[in-house]
């Protein structure tokens, strides 16, 4: 019998956020991403409190969301593990040359799609805040297996 928590046991797939404010542009990691109905296609993100891509988000309504790719697994060290309050994330991924522009924001180019999202309302859920967004676009960018829990778990970058 597993030692897991039920939520624990299910394999989701990793995305990255791209959210631009009024003088900033960040990216941060989630997991809490669910498509929630086909007609219209929406999604409700969940964004972890206290960080510049909620920050972004609240002031612009919008933001791209990125299916990361199973090779993208080193995103996880500066995307999921730094603040954007302390470090400039878009200057480092430049540098990398991991960057391309899409419908004004900056985006991961080795990610498998992107699908930019507009707020349609929001509610606080604990220690995030859970967007209700409608999808305005999205676009297929590489072909490649999905990054996923799992696959963090394996290479011991996450502990749940």
Same mark, same amino acid.
């Given at each position: 019998?597993?030692?897991? #928590?039920?939520?624990? @046991? /299910?394999?989701?797939? /990793?995305?990255? +956020?791209?959210?631009k404010g009024n003088d900033s542009a960040n990216m941060h990691m989630i997991t809490y991403a669910s498509q929630v109905s086909m007609k219209p296609k929406r999604f409700i993100c969940g964004i972890y409190e206290n960080t510049m891509t909620l920050e972004n988000i609240e002031a612009s309504g919008e933001f791209v969301l990125q299916l990361l790719a199973d090779k993208?697994? @080193? *995103?996880? =060290?500066? *995307?999921?593990?730094?603040?954007? #309050?302390? +470090?400039?994330? +878009?200057?480092?991924? @430049? #540098? @990398?040359?991991?960057?391309?522009?899409?419908k004004?924001?900056? +985006?991961?180019?080795?990610?498998?799609?992107?699908?930019?999202?507009?707020v349609l309302s929001s509610f606080e859920a604990g220690d995030h805040k859970?967007? *209700?967004? =409608? /999808?305005?676009?999205?676009?297929?960018?590489?072909?490649?297996? /999905?990054?996923?829990?799992d696959s963090l778990r394996q290479r011991k970058m996450i502990r749940i």
């Amino acid at each position: 019998m597993t030692r897991k #928590k039920p939520w624990n @046991r /299910v394999n989701l797939p /990793v995305y990255s +956020i791209s959210s631009k404010g009024n003088d900033s542009a960040n990216m941060h990691m989630i997991t809490y991403a669910s498509q929630v109905s086909m007609k219209p296609k929406r999604f409700i993100c969940g964004i972890y409190e206290n960080t510049m891509t909620l920050e972004n988000i609240e002031a612009s309504g919008e933001f791209v969301l990125q299916l990361l790719a199973d090779k993208q697994y @080193r *995103l996880m =060290d500066l *995307l999921g593990m730094k603040s954007g #309050k302390q +470090i400039d994330k +878009i200057e480092k991924l @430049r #540098k @990398r040359n991991e960057l391309e522009q899409w419908k004004g924001y900056y +985006i991961l180019k080795n990610s498998l799609a992107v699908m930019h999202l507009k707020v349609l309302s929001s509610f606080e859920a604990g220690d995030h805040k859970a967007f *209700l967004c =409608d /999808v305005l676009a999205f676009k297929n960018l590489n072909e490649g297996d /999905v990054l996923t829990l799992d696959s963090l778990r394996q290479r011991k970058m996450i502990r749940i």
